[in-house]
């Protein structure tokens, strides 16, 4: 990959994690399931201790009208949110007993 | 020991006396000649929500929806007068399904400004009225006037959009939905237009899910590791009470505690929570709209505890509305494919979000949420396939139960009845206007 995901510029080491920044819930939710638990610890640990940070930043913009790199950075915030779960609580990538139960979405706000 | 008063009989299913306390048969949620009575005798004769007025943001706005368990299709649509319609999605023609898009058997929606069939080009009006006929002049005696798509009862309340099957219902959509009508009415439903819509096959029976989701005194066991783990097993150690449950046959309420959203102590719930501000109550931080709950619907957090946290109706037959004390709604609806399966559907709605934190917050909260949903939806393939084993007959329910006890109840004195029943044994005889 020649072109690294744009970024805000201080930010910009997040892009070892380009492939988390993926805009459908499903996309990220199977990126969970295809992920181990130390890969999302190791998203987890490089965005919680800046998260304020990070919020803070993208508040500072419009959120009608997100630059790409800033709309980057939320969809990395947002597969935080699904690998925040793996990494907290369940220490496996699935729910626990959640067997063959899964989801649709139909329709889900986007950016 | 109960944290919470009960009604001066003792218990919430004995302040219904007729509802009984005894053992249960859950036959009623396997048995396939049963769930037909329950097809025939329900779920044609009642109003049913398809979705809400948002999802129709113009004229010409439609969706498709497929009834499958009653071989029906539907398109709802906004004619020209804005008026919303509902029709059977068949051309007058040779019967071809009217809307659809690559599957036919798939749900779709969109927009148009007019409905025109794929297979001779007739073409309907928003309205349904017949305007256009390929080579009009080869037809014989064609009555155009009478060949308009065949509609469906259909109303809203609320900005909640319900369509009947029957051909003459037997109630109006306000009669149907009796005290809630009201009692419900005044929410800014409206105004909460950020939504998150899924849907899952699910192996158990409808009543099933319902039963999940009316009683929470498998909160703390089934959704234990959800919490931390000292606050977990807290919460089963003290188990679960509702502050109130209410029947207004054949709906139903429970009102349940909350306290998580912001929590007392940032100890009690995950660091993401704390992060973002958010959880499986949802945003912690209230939208303007809701006026800091000054303004509750008349039947919303009828205890007025300080404690309260979220309150689920259940709108027979099978569509739920809870409201949650952070200011947000989460909608169910159990869609009956078979008497052991059954296709669940469920929408959160926010306010939309006005700043990116905001917005981070509302997909915080349907992550969680998703995450208790698996959980609920596996146990019940589980379920299912162990009580039709037929092993164990009659079930115990308790207390806390109440609401599935009296929804399967409901759901047996309308088949007796072939339809909804003037009255329930269990209902006090004057029950005041
Ligand atoms: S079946 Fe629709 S136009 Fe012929
Ligand atoms: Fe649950």
Redesign the pocket.
Known sequence: MSTPLALPEEFADLAQFEDWALETWRERYEKRLASTVEEMQALYDAITPRIEEILSYCDRHDLAALPDEVRNLMFLLFSLCEASLPVEIWRQPRVPDSGAADLTMVAEPRL | MAHFPKPAEGSWTQHYPGLGTGPISYRDSFDPHYWQQEIDSIFTKEWLCVGRVEQLSRVGSYFTKEFEWANRSLVIVKDQGETIRAFHNICRHRGNKLVWHDYPGEETSGYCRQFSCKYHAWRYALDGSLVFVQQEEEFFDLDKENLGLVSVACDVWEGFIFVNLDPQPSQTLTEALGDLATGLAGYPYGEMTQRYNVTSKINSNWKLFID??VE?Y??PI??QQQSTSEEGQKLAAVGFEGLHYELFSPHSMVSSWGGMAPPADPRMVKPMENFLRSGLFGPWDKPAVVDNNENLPPLVNPSGHRAWGIDSFLLWPNFMILIWETGWYLTYSYWPDSPNSHTFESSLYFVPPETSSQRVAQEYAFSVFKE??L??ANTLEATQSMIETGVVDTFVLNDQEVLCRHHHAAAREQVAAGRRPDSYPWMPAEVSA
Do not use: G, I, M, S
């Open positions: 999940a989701f929470f498998h909160a089934l959704h208790f949903a959980q609920d």
